[in-house]
């Protein structure tokens, strides 16, 4: 593996060039850290927790399991782990005064034994679908207990876990405990081989949405002249189909247009909204701002506002960690991710914004969650973009329908909360089961 690394190493240049995030601490990837060994076993007096969030939705979802973690075990320091740079970023909010961040090692026997000695965690808690054959392996061996919380397994990705049976299911009967989103969760990952020991929900479900963020947001729409629709968490391909879709219409689907604004708001009638943009990837904002004014829009980006937004065609949120200030911005959004098959981005921060969903008909990723939201009337499903347009739109400028849905969306969440703790309690069982 030593060959490879050079490799390793352009690869981590080549994404540093658009992310920068990604060309810090390059040697903590092979399991080389700055301090003397085993320094951070004696910090402290609680035991070390490991929880490995590959990248920004699964340090989301962490950061609700570690809150619910701390009030069971008061005293526990954090070793928290990733992949990607955007879940590095907002991983070190969750940092507390002896808490640890570094990089995931790459999956090596050597990088992970040093990690493992390095560190010593007393347990770890890997994030959704993280398995990492000798990660397990190595935690086998030195006897750290290792878990999957808020577990999910889709079809496609059971399928390659069976088709290649002979690495993966040793990893997933390697962990100690499983515990899954949903039932449907559970089934396969009991067929890749993995040990399920309760069906927990979401941990997302029990996100509580920044307070400041989305007064902030509600209080931008409340003095928008017209609905504001959002295009949220927007994946590589989505922006250029929705701006098709608004094409076909224009000016109805626009009003408010920088150019002429009173007399599109006159043609446009009940079909005229505000649209707001938030692509799902940092790297993407220029991309994109791009795109949308080479279709002939104007576009105010938020990083620019002051005290409100600007008046522009597109409204672009090209900030990452404000997704409670869009959806309460937002009248309704369409789910990114969703309308190209990429399996769609979480729907339940929506719905805990108040801000019903149109979603489209890829949702994999997120099946249940977006299966129970249709059923509760937090979300709609359409076939493909054109239509998920038409929909929202038809849905904010209906004031009725508008406000259940909004009711809907909150009732939802609510409805579905409690995995947070239930999750923490076992995590505080196995601890204590490892060191009894």
């Known amino acids: 593996m030593l060959g490879a690394q050079p490799l390793l190493r352009a690869k981590l240049r080549r994404r540093g060039a ?3 995030g990604y060309l810090a601490a390059i040697p903590e990837r092979f399991g080389h850290y700055e301090g003397p060994t085993g320094a951070v076993s004696g910090e402290g007096d609680g035991p070390l927790v490991w929880i490995h969030a590959v990248s920004l939705g699964e340090t989301r979802a962490a950061a609700i399991l570690l809150k619910a973690l701390r009030a069971q075990l008061p005293g526990m320091r954090l070793l928290l782990t990733h992949g990607t740079a955007t879940g590095r970023a907002e991983g070190a909010k969750l940092l507390r005064p002896g808490d640890v961040q570094v990089w995931q090692p790459w999956d090596t026997p ?19 679908t993280e398995i990492w054959p000798n990660l397990v392996a190595g935690c086998q061996r030195r006897g750290i207990p290792l878990v999957l919380a808020n577990a999910r397994l889709n079809d496609k990705s059971l399928a390659g876990a069976l088709r290649w049976s002979w690495l993966a299911r040793p990893a997933y009967a390697g962990l100690m405990a499983v515990w899954a989103q949903a039932e449907a969760d ?10 399920v020991e309760g069906v927990f929900g979401n941990l997302k479900f029990d996100v509580e949405p920044d307070a400041a963020q989305l007064a902030q947001g509600r209080a931008w ?18 922006e250029a189909v929705w701006l098709e879709a608004l094409q076909r219409n224009r000016p109805q689907a626009l009003a408010g247009s920088s150019q002429g604004a009173i007399e599109n708001e006159a043609n446009a009638g009940r079909s005229g909204v505000q ?72 729907l339940i921060e929506a719905a805990a914004c108040g801000c019903p969903v149109v979603t489209g008909p890829h ?62 309690r076992a995590v505080a069982q196995r601890l204590a089961q490892a060191a009894a």
């Open 18 to 20: 658009t992310e920068p």
């Open 110 to 128: 050597g990088a992970v034994g040093r990690f493992l000695e390095r560190f010593r965690p007393a347990i770890g808690v890997l994030m959704e």
């Open 186 to 195: 559970a089934e396969r990952l009991r067929a890749a081989g993995a040990r």
């Open 221 to 238: 729409r409340e003095a928008s002249p017209r609905p504001v629709l959002l295009l949220a968490s927007s994946r590589e391909g989505e």
């Open 275 to 346: 649209w707001l943009v938030v692509p799902r990837h940092p790297q993407r904002f220029a991309e994109v701002r791009q795109l949308i004014e080479a279709a002939g829009l104007s576009v105010s980006c938020r990083s620019g506002w002051a005290d409100a937004p600007d008046a522009a065609d597109v409204w672009l949120g090209d900030s990452l960690g404000e997704m409670a200030l869009y959806y309460g911005l937002a009248d309704a959004a369409l789910l990114g991710g969703s309308f190209e098959p990429l399996g769609g981005q979480n």
């Open 363 to 424: 949702t994999f990723n997120f099946a249940e969650a977006a299966r129970l939201a249709c059923e509760a009337g937090a979300a709609l499903r359409v076939e493909d973009m054109a239509e998920g347009v038409a929909v929202a739109q038809a849905l904010v400028h209906d004031g009725v329908r508008l406000a259940q849905a909004r009711q809907q969306a909150r009732a939802f969440t609510a409805a579905h909360r409690g995995a947070a703790e239930a999750t923490a």
